[in-house]
């Protein structure tokens, strides 16, 4: 199978891949947390924390549930904030990475898989706020998720999430350096090639350079994935979409590849939203 045959799902679920999502995570989670740190990378600490706490509008004292918390990060971050903060993993190794982490803040880490929608419920009633940051495009099934979730929410309460954004970064594109004739000068011009977005796919791919196994991407593009918060009961009532600025000298741009999406600053990779509860 090649990023142009990845298998398709109608309603974007994927429920045979589960066990294999699960593996792969528990395989790399120990590498993804030492390579990550403990304040994250370029793409974390410039796009998708600061999308994420711009779309929470976190007040102190607030309880939140964070749904596939890796090692900790976000969730540290929360309860920096003033936040009491619930996080929740599929994979045990993270799960110990971030018990680890996040000992002595006003976190608590379970272990719990974001596709089963019973033991989502199970964690409790009246959160003010779930966040969920660039995971969504890594769980196999999120229908049972956006249903939990209306049902962990407090009347009025958030979901925010961020995530690889559906139209730009996702597992059928490529990036592309052209040299252009334009006005009598030659140009270097950089673009991206997509080749397909409306039909969901679960394709491998690489999350991280020199990570020891690729994990599935399930690729739902908007109309599936928000239809299943639709359906759910919530609205949409806040949307970001992020990129990196231009870089002053892109060959010195943290995490510089000549590819990056540091290079390629009006294209946004990641997308964040947020929906909520009715009153």
């Known amino acids: 199978m090649n990023k142009e045959q990845?298998?398709?799902?109608?309603?974007?679920?994927?429920?045979?891949?589960?066990e294999a999502t699960v593996d792969a995570w528990n395989r790399k989670a120990a590498f993804w947390a030492q390579?990550?740190?403990?304040?994250?990378?370029?793409?974390?600490?410039?796009?998708?924390?600061p999308t994420a706490l711009r779309l929470l509008a976190l007040q102190p004292g607030e309880r939140v549930l964070e749904i596939a918390c890796g090692h900790g990060i976000f969730a540290r971050r929360l309860?920096?904030?003033?936040?009491?903060?619930?996080?929740?993993?599929?994979?045990?190794?993270?799960?110990?990475?971030a018990r680890r982490r996040t000992a002595g803040r006003r976190v608590q880490v379970k272990q719990c898989d974001a596709t089963d929608e019973a033991a989502l419920r199970a964690l409790g009633r009246d959160f003010d706020a779930v966040v969920s940051n660039m995971a969504l495009m890594d769980i196999p099934q999120i229908a049972p998720l956006f249903r939990a979730v209306a049902h962990l929410l407090r009347p009025g309460?958030?979901?925010?999430?961020?995530?690889?954004?559906?139209?730009?970064?996702?597992?059928m594109m490529s990036q592309l350096l052209e040299e252009i004739d334009e006005d009598g000068y030659l140009h270097l011009k950089r673009s991206l090639r997509i080749w397909g977005y409306l039909t969901p796919t679960a394709t491998p791919g690489v999350g991280m350079v020199g990570e020891p196994v690729p994990h599935y991407y399930f690729h739902r593009p908007l109309h599936v994935l928000l239809g299943h918060a639709f359906a759910a009961g919530l609205v949409v009532?806040?949307?970001?979409?992020?990129a990196f600025p231009p870089p002053e000298d892109e060959t010195t741009a943290g995490d510089y590849r000549p590819f990056g999406w540091q290079t390629l600053p009006d294209i946004p990779p990641v997308l964040g939203v947020r929906v909520r509860r009715g009153e």
């Open 157 to 171: 309460g958030r979901f925010v999430f961020t995530l690889c954004h559906p139209a730009f970064n996702q597992p």
């Open 79 to 97: 309860a920096d904030l003033g936040a009491d903060v619930l996080a929740i993993d599929a994979s045990p190794v993270f799960v110990e990475e």
């Open 237 to 242: 009532d806040g949307l970001e979409e992020a």
């Open 35 to 49: 390579r990550m740190g403990e304040a994250g990378n370029a793409f974390h600490q410039t796009l998708v924390e």
């Open 6 to 18: 990845g298998m398709t799902s109608h309603d974007g679920e994927f429920p045979h891949l589960k």
